[in-house]
């Protein structure tokens, strides 16, 4: 058998792990949590394309490396292959009804049921928004000064969730739910592992986020009830609105089901675009080429390109550098008999980073994206499979039009030369520094800027 292709589920061999580091726990658990993009290359060169590592609170984990075995795990049986338990770790959070912790027949109901809210009419329809909310905060952004721009547009990718998913516009409700979704979505060190042990969330500065969390809660179950009644239900065109019409009858979605898929959005996509934007931007600044190139594009309103730059700086700099699924029984992984209960965890970063896949994977080229679309195979920010995110249309789609709205604004520049590390943040890597540029205003976007009675800043924990 060729030990590098297998993915079945038939041959009665004895299982065994890949080698893989023998840190203790506690030091793997930290490296994987603050530094994966460092530590899995780095295991890599060591143990192979596939190795095992192992961190507190979770079996053990069969990390991939190979685009080709992570296409057969990610077309594998879904009832083998379980996400939603690879993900148990988010649970205390999302809930047992997200999209993200659910597995088999219960998924499919919720992907069904959610798959208009994002189809290409709709996407067309959120566009206008997400324009108009970056038409009025992007000139808000400060120039002239180095500036960490992370948390503006985690601020602004909040207010495009916060209208488009939960159909908000009433300012005092927003002013209400901003700092409660803040700091929910911040899935720090002290969220993720309170969220594994129970008992230090009675503990500050745990209590904090989940009586926040509490609260958000009671805010969304006033927000569905109310929407539920709405005499304008059907002409509304958010996310809440439209899953409410989907789920119309005795298969509907209760508001316990409700919840969790906008809480499971909230933090797939806000968190999610605006971390994605944020890389976006730095390899921007770092790359005068490309940066013009991107500028001109938004001045002519080249979408294609501007869609190209961000596919590419998801290639460099994956938001999500792996993603897990739960086997349900023992499984032939890559040449290996992984036993029932492990975890399989396909490593995005790294076939991203392969020169095989990608010529001089090194440099930042939006060129190699922008005469088609990428290789699902090779390609993989949204992962992929069934379990391929329901929100990638929305999150490039969203990206587009900042994009367009920031490089027709103003101009990014470095403030030091050397590239900015990425520090793990949860499920996600973002710039260790708040991806801290130098904004200029550009000659021909004074006339452009306009006026905001009330710009939305950023948290100061952003």
């Known amino acids: 058998m060729d030990r590098s292709s297998a993915v079945t589920a038939s041959e009665p061999t004895a299982t065994a792990l890949p080698p893989g580091p023998g840190l203790p726990m506690p030091v793997q658990s930290a490296l994987f949590l603050l530094a994966r993009d460092r530590y899995l290359p780095w295991c890599r060169r060591r143990y192979g394309n596939v190795f095992t590592v192992r961190m507190m609170g979770r079996a053990p984990m069969v990390v991939l490396s190979d685009a080709e075995h992570m296409k057969r795990v990610f077309s594998g049986p879904a009832n083998v292959f379980h996400a939603g338990e690879g993900n148990e770790f988010l649970r205390p959070l999302l809930g047992e009804n997200s999209l993200l912790t659910m597995d088999e027949d219960a998924h499919r109901r919720a992907r069904r049921m959610l798959m208009p809210a994002f189809n290409g009419a709709a996407l067309r329809r959120y566009a206008e928004t997400v324009a108009t909310i970056a038409g009025e905060q992007v000139p808000r952004w400060p120039t002239g000064r180095i500036t960490a721009l992370h948390p503006w547009l985690q601020a602004l990718t909040l207010e495009v969730i916060l209208q488009v998913v939960f159909g908000v516009t009433d300012e005092r409700r927003l002013d209400r739910m901003r700092p409660l979704v803040r700091k929910v979505t911040d899935i720090g060190p002290v969220t993720f592992f309170s969220a594994l042990m129970p008992r230090l969330r009675a503990y500050p500065p745990a209590r904090a986020v989940w009586q926040a969390a509490e609260e958000l809660d009671r805010l969304l179950y006033a927000e569905i009830a109310e929407r539920r009644a709405a005499a304008d239900l059907e002409q509304r065109a958010d996310v809440l609105s439209m899953m409410l019409r989907a789920g119309e009858g005795a298969d509907g979605l ?159 520049r470095p403030d030091r030369r050397r590239v900015e590390p990425a520090k793990g943040r949860g499920v996600v890597l973002v710039p260790l520094r708040g991806a801290r540029l130098q904004l200029r205003r550009r000659y021909n976007a004074a006339s452009r800027s306009r006026n905001v009675s009330s710009p939305i800043e950023p948290s100061s924990s952003a």
């Open 254 to 412: 209760s508001d316990q089901e409700l919840r969790d898929e906008l809480i499971t959005l909230v933090l797939a996509g806000h968190e999610t675009t605006a971390t994605g934007l944020a890389w976006t931007f730095h390899e921007l600044a770092r790359n005068p080429r490309v940066r013009e190139l991107a500028a001109e594009a938004a001045e002519r309103g080249d979408d294609d390109y501007l869609e190209a730059v961000f596919k590419e700086a998801l290639r460099m700099r994956p938001v999500v550098y792996a993603v897990a699924r739960k086997l349900t029984e023992d499984t032939d992984v890559a040449g290996y008999r992984i036993p029932a209960g492990s975890i399989v965890s396909p490593s995005i970063g790294l076939p991203h980073r392969d020169a095989r896949r990608f010529d001089r994977p090194e440099v930042f080229d939006p060129d190699r994206f922008a005469s088609g679309q990428p290789s699902s195979t090779d390609w993989l920010p949204f992962g992929g499979g069934i379990r391929r995110c329901i929100g990638a249309g929305f999150s490039i789609m969203e990206a587009v039009a900042i994009l367009r709205t920031a490089l027709r604004e103003l101009d990014f």
